[in-house]
């Protein structure tokens, strides 16, 4: 006892349990757009720390991280799989030159070479 569309496809039949699931391709409105990614948030991240740590704490190893991030950025719409190993790499010579410079702080105050 259901009706069919014009086009073939039967309705669900009158006074349908609450909660049926609707047929295929009978969903509500229109399906969500497509998810455009853009620019990833982890390398945006990576850019802003690599670069402030260049300013702030003259870090040598923040300057090619900084470039990693942003080369991965631009190529995360066409390239996504190496644009996350650009990021990964920007991100571990951040943490490797934030490393050196603590180290670097340490022997010298722990020398005496910051007292004055």
Known sequence: MTQQ????????PYGATYGEQPPPGYGYGYPPP???DGPSANAIVSLVLNL??????????A?????????????ASSDPATARS???????LF???FVLMI??????GLNGYLDD
């Open 86 to 92: 650009m990021v990964t790499w920007s991100w571990v």
């Open 5 to 12: 569309d014009p086009s073939g496809y039967p309705y669900p």
């Open 103 to 108: 180290g670097l702080f340490l022997f010298l």
């Open 52 to 61: 402030l740590s260049l300013v702030s704490c003259c870090n040598v190893l």
């Open 95 to 97: 943490g490797l030159g």
């Open 63 to 75: 300057l090619p991280g900084a470039i990693l991030a942003g080369l991965g950025l631009s190529r």
């Open 34 to 36: 497509p998810r455009d």
